[in-house]
């Protein structure tokens, strides 16, 4: 009778044991999906501080020029060819933050969540197909050719826009975080004015953040008494 009321016991603490890890393993966050947000995080943080630095270029070279004609011309040159440097230093990294880091960033995300590869596909077909037929068409702008191959690959960044819109109502959707649906907005809104296209990647790049501490904060477990 006591074994027949001890191996009962021993039953009931082993499912107990079972139903808590099950429970503990579904509430778990994947590592592939806080993976993908970190790096789909640091790839907008790579773009954003280029384009800060690209902006106080842009000021620099609006400064050379109108102070071009009350300066000595080397060292006016002289200036320039320092601001061409560093132009394509910071072209670099935003290409590197957007595409070598976001994008891949995405498709980690769709990988992990089937979900998210509707907007993973135009993200990538929209940007990477379009920025090379943009880099096509103004090296072959003096052809005829060029000028339409210039006005396709604007269209394909257009679905790029798109893919953006849909992956941020998916994030809101999913963690519900109204910051990813007003920078969803503001993507669309970019296309017109492109400041509101930078205010929403910042404000992606913000709820991200959000969303990775919340996914990494332990689930607090239930004690199952027997």
Sequence with gaps: ??????????????ENNIVVTMSYVVTQPSTDVVSAF??????????LIAWIFLMVLGIWFLALLFSGAFRDYSSVLAEFSIWNVLFIIGAIIAFIGFFARFIPGVSDLARANP?????????????VVGIILVIIGLILIPIIIGIFILIVGIIFTYIGYVGMTILCIKLNNK?????????????????FILILEIIALALLYVALGDTIRKLQTPPTQELISV
């Design 1 to 14: 009778m006591i074994s027949w009321l001890s191996f009962k016991y021993i039953l009931r603490d082993l």
């Design 38 to 47: 970190q790096k789909m995080r640091s790839g907008l943080l790579l773009f």
């Design 115 to 127: 979900e998210f590869s509707t907007a993973s596909l135009l993200i990538k077909i929209g940007y």
């Design 175 to 191: 963690y519900k975080n109204t910051l990813y649906l007003v920078a969803g907005i503001l993507v669309i809104l970019g296309i």
